[in-house]
């Protein structure tokens, strides 16, 4: 008998990435393929405004934003919204210097670009169950 795995529940996700086409494709493969709810931000700012206003479950960031870079848009919504969202640091840099850098900025994950969909969608996956397990 074929057992079938339900899908993972929907996640209100947050993509913080100054490069138009990255962050275009990360908007589809998370709502378009996975029926997430995406919310976007080019830049720092922007992203603080909607982590506040949306609250999203989870947080995409890019880095290298222009102004305000990405460690200090995690401590701020680490600061302001506090630990309910999970924070996943992109970058292209993966030293165990970069990686310690991410985990003090408060993120929960450092990945390297270009994201791999698969462990991507493995880790939503786990962000999902635990907010209907309540871990």
Excluded: C, N, W
Aim: charged letters at 25%.
């Amino acid at each position: 008998m074929l057992q079938t795995m339900a899908p993972a529940p929907q996640l209100k996700i947050l993509v913080v990435e100054d490069h138009d086409d990255s962050r275009t494709t990360l908007r589809m493969l998370l709502a378009l393929a996975h029926g997430h709810v995406v919310y976007e931000a080019a830049e720092g700012f922007s992203a603080l405004q909607i982590a506040v206003e949306k609250r999203p479950d989870a947080a995409l960031i890019d880095l290298g934003l222009p102004g305000m870079d990405g460690y200090e848009v995690a401590r701020r919504i680490r600061d302001t919204v506090g630990d309910g969202i999970f924070l996943i640091a992109l970058t292209g840099y993966d030293t165990e210097e970069d990686r310690r850098r991410t985990l003090d900025a408060g993120f929960d994950v450092h990945m390297v670009k270009p994201v791999d969909s698969g462990e991507l969608t493995s880790l939503l996956a786990q962000v999902a169950a635990s907010r209907v397990t309540g871990e």
